[in-house]
């Protein structure tokens, strides 16, 4: 587990890096980061975040089930290979990404 400070008002690091020793650096890698960068993903062709660049949302059903399918297929293979925590996080993230994409899709176009 690390203590480093992650990036607030105050830190003068670019987008998506932290402060470590003094230094701009991006965070450590991990399984759940790793999950949450896919999670983060799926919401971006749900239409449920903004593209950073353009402020437009983007809807691409496609994209967005084959993110999901992707992370439960990483959720079959890693099963039994991750703490308690990291089951949870994937668990909830890939129920809350099906429902979201099954409002999606059930919308009159």
Not at 18 to 28: F, H, L, R, S, W
């Amino acid at each position: 587990m690390t203590t480093d400070k992650r990036q607030d008002k105050d830190c003068d690091c670019a987008p998506g890096m932290i402060k470590k020793d003094g230094k701009c650096v991006m965070p450590e890698v991990s399984f759940a980061s790793f999950f949450m960068a896919l999670n983060t993903s799926a919401f971006y062709h749900l239409g449920e975040i903004a593209d950073p660049v353009s402020g437009k949302t983007h809807k691409d059903p496609l994209m967005a089930k084959h993110t999901i399918d992707t992370m439960a297929m990483l959720q079959e293979k890693t099963r039994g290979n991750v703490s308690a925590e990291e089951a949870e996080l994937i668990e909830n993230s890939i129920y809350d990404l099906k429902m979201r994409y099954v409002k999606l899709t059930s919308e009159p176009e």
